[in-house]
């Protein structure tokens, strides 16, 4: 279960890899939405992306840290740890545990392997929005969401 999340949108926003336009990295984030934008960090970290507005439009959400529901057996192999809070929470290593890389940026979410299903909604109340992490620029904006009290939320 996704438990926190950043937005990114384009022109404007100074921590999006679309602010400058579509560039040979940046160009699946001005869409079709559904799809993977994954990265990599620091020459050692992959993020993984969805790209959530129409066609042409710059735009997309970080996939920060989710509540392992199943599979954590194979998640924490893939990490080389057992703990389970420590297996997806923060978006590196929500990658490792789930096996996301480059090989996925564009992958089409909405066809799988790699996907993403609703689940249980849940209620308003259950969900707050808070400033991005380690972001210098937009520090004021509001846009990384996260279930409340949920012990997998990172940082």
């Known amino acids: ?3 926190e999340t950043e937005a ?7 921590a999006s890899h679309a602010r400058f336009g579509p560039t040979r990295r940046s160009r699946v984030l001005f869409g079709p939405p559904g799809l993977a ?3 990599l960090i620091y ?3 992959y993020l993984f992306n969805v790209v959530t507005e129409s066609d042409g439009v710059a735009g997309a959400v970080l996939i920060r840290a989710l509540e392992p529901l199943d599979g954590a057996d194979l ?3 893939r990490r080389g740890r ?5 297996l997806t929470r923060g978006p590196a290593r929500l990658c490792q545990a789930l096996a996301i890389g480059l090989e996925n940026n564009e992958a089409d979410l909405t066809r799988g ?8 909604s849940l209620p308003g109340s259950e969900v707050t929005a808070t400033t991005r992490i ?3 620029g937009s520090k004021e904006e509001l846009y990384r969401y996260l279930v409340k009290r949920n012990p997998y939320v990172s940082g």
Do not use: K, Q
Not at 8 to 14: H, K, R, S, T
Not at 82 to 86: C, K
Not at 113 to 120: M, Q, S, V, Y
């Open 75 to 77: 998640m924490a192999a």
């Open 8 to 14: 990114y949108l384009g022109d404007g926003d100074y």
């Open 134 to 136: 380690g972001v210098a």
């Open 43 to 45: 020459g050692m970290h």
């Open 37 to 39: 934008y994954v990265y």
């Open 113 to 120: 392997p790699l996907g993403i299903w609703r689940g249980e």
């Open 82 to 86: 057992g703990d389970l809070l420590e």
């Open 1 to 3: 279960m996704i438990v």
